[in-house]
């Protein structure tokens, strides 16, 4: 195992650290698969991983005291655990203690090595920080709960910064980092600001949950051009622990399988281990899955509200998605638990959002396109660019 720095963090950690978000389950997503699970989160602790991620919510709240159990026989000594505050269930600074107080239980530790607020937006942010969350987390450190406060980030470039430089009290945040994203969300300028000043940055969604290990035939032919043999998930991990600001990189692994490879993986990462003639492949690869993208929809949102109540930029996301990832399958299961009014095939074509669409998409000739791939399992050609 390789170990890496983490921004305050005192100890080195290992290159890959384990998501517990996907965890192996025998049906519903909260039942997972106790024994598999257990041997899974142990073999890599055994194989030098000191960094495992959970959070309040993950599996319905099981993925904490999965860990918790997971854990004992001297496993808990061995890594630095981290879980999230989860800002949907906080509505006054109350809250916050009784949630941690329940997460050390579930977890049965007395102390959480690094705590987050999950998934920080504009909106969580401005909601936690007017109730008070810094200075409720300042007491937490005080009282040995935590030993290390930092945030998980959704939102843009802008409100990263803003929350950056809203306190001293982090020690490390965690974005999500691919090599598709890399311009947004809060992307490599986010990496390389939060690294500068001084916060350990976790990694998450380094294979963007799994889109980038079943690569579409143009992008495996890319792959398959380059003269050192890897796996598509190979190349995702690499590309991330290829950037020095980097510390920690979460895989949510749900095989022994993926343990396994990805183990394999980080025993040969390091920043370096790409050389340019792989930066430029990996970038050609970029390049072409965003060519693959069928409909230009930015996700910006202009174009809403749709007077039928269409969710038109997750209509066109799913379809974009579906494409380019080569999970079609899964985005049309999603489409069909979508309520059937927000649904492509809800468009009455009355052409309000043309107007208002920056990337001037011609909205109601897309939709029933959209509906023809996603609602009735009509295949999508990419050289035709229509279903
Ligand atoms: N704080 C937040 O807001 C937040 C948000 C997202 C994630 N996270 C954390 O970050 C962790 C990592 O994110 P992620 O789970 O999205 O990571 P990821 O590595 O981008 O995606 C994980 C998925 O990739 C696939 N995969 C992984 N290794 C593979 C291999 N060797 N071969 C083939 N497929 C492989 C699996 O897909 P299949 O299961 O489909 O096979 C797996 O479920 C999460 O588990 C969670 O702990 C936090």
Known sequence: MQYRSLGAVSARVSALGFGCMRLPTTGENANIDEPLATQMLRHAIDQGVNY?????????????????????????????????????NVQTYADMDRILNEQLERLQTDHIDAYLLHSLDRA?????????????AEGALRDGRIRYLGFSFHDTWAVFKEIVDASDL??????????????ENPGTRGLEYAAARGLGVVVMEPLLGGKLVNPPAPVQALWDESPTPRSAPDWGLQWVWNHSEVGVVLSGMSTMQHVVENL?????????????????????????YRDLCPIPCTGCQYCMPCPNG??????????????????????????????????????????????????????????????????????????????
Not at 60 to 88: I, M, Q
Not at 124 to 136: H, N
């Open 170 to 183: 982090w020690s490390f945040c965690q974005i999500q980092y691919n090599y598709m994203d890399v311009d």
């Open 264 to 288: 394999a993986s980080a025993s040969h990462s390091g920043p370096g281990t790409l050389t340019a003639e792989d930066l430029a492949l990996v970038e050609r690869v970029r390049a072409t």
């Open 310 to 387: 269409v969710e038109i930029p997750r209509n066109f996301g799913l379809l974009n998605q579906g494409v380019m990832y080569n999970t079609l399958s899964n985005m049309r299961e999603r489409y069909a638990r979508m309520p059937e009014d927000q649904r492509a095939s809800a468009c009455i074509g009355c052409r309000e959002c043309e107007d208002k669409c920056p990337q001037h998409i011609l909205i109601s000739e897309e939709m029933p396109r959209v509906h023809a791939v996603l609602g009735e399992g009509q295949s999508y050609s990419c050289s035709t660019g229509r279903p």
């Open 124 to 136: 969580a942010w401005t909601k936690l920080f007017e109730l008070g969350v810094l200075g409720w």
């Open 52 to 88: 495992v991620d959970t959070a309040y919510g993950y599996h319905g709240g099981n993925s904490e005291r999965l860990v918790g159990r997971a854990l004992r026989d001297g496993y808990r000594e061995r890594v630095l655990l981290a879980t999230k505050l989860p800002h949907w």
